[in-house]
């Protein structure tokens, strides 16, 4: 499955951006959805995850409560809407794909980037 990340863009602190990743491929359902980012001189971070049907979802604490990640499984791509965005969500977000085992071994996208400005 191939990935491609976008929506990113510049916007002040408070704002809200989505995100869209758009899958290639007719399998597209079969597999788990994950979004990170990484942050200029920083480790690349989990953000949100989807299962497959979209039923199960899961969030870093860093932006639970801020962020919402969904997928529309007809349309192939998975979103991640942010709200309340803060200067230091300032990076780079990926989106990934998995079936099994962790999302380090799965598929990735190209980033879109977000900067918050204060």
């Known amino acids: 499955v191939q990935l491609q990340a976008f929506g990113g863009g510049l916007v002040q602190a408070g704002d809200s951006l989505r995100l869209s990743c758009a899958a290639s491929g007719r399998t597209f359902s079969r597999y788990a959805m994950g979004w990170f980012r990484q942050a200029p001189g920083k480790e690349r971070e989990f953000l949100a995850s989807?299962?497959?049907?979209?039923?199960?979802?899961y969030y870093a604490d860093s932006v639970k409560g801020r962020f919402t990640v969904s997928r529309d499984n007809a349309k192939n791509t998975v979103y991640l809407q942010m709200n309340s965005l803060k200067p230091e969500d300032t990076a780079v977000y990926y989106c990934?794909?998995?079936?099994?085992?962790?999302?380090?071994?799965?598929?990735w996208g190209q980033g879109t980037k977000v900067t918050v400005s204060s």
């Open positions: 989807i299962g497959w049907s979209g039923g199960s979802t």
């Open positions: 990934a794909a998995r079936q099994h085992g962790p999302y380090e071994n799965g598929y």
